[in-house]
Structures are given as C-alpha cells and as structure tokens.
C-alpha cells in the first residue's frame, strides 16, 4: 500500500491494509478488497497463474 486504508476480506478472515503494509494470498481462496474512509494508492502484482482460468469441478 502506497496510502490509505484497504480492507480486504479472505475467506473468513477480515483485515485492514495500511500504507507500507504488503499482502500475498492464494486466488483460489475467495476474497474481496475495497477502501476504508478514503482514496487508496496500491501496487498490485499478479503473477503468471493469474492469467490462467481456474475451474473446479
């Protein structure tokens, strides 16, 4: 995180993201993010698995 707050939901589990602070998690675990009182500046990275479709069945 660049600035702001982010929250982001995983799973289960709620966080709250603050500038400096970095996360890494599986895609396959459901999740959600979005901001908490404001505009947020963030880095996003996704690796090369991001780019395939994953389907369960």
Known sequence: MLSGRLQLILGEQHFVIEAGQAVEFST???????????PVEAIILFG?????????Q
Do not use: A, C, I, S
């Open 28 to 38: 396959w675990t459901p999740h959600w993010f979005g901001t908490v009182d404001g």
């Open 48 to 56: 090369p698995h991001g780019e395939r479709v994953h389907l369960r």
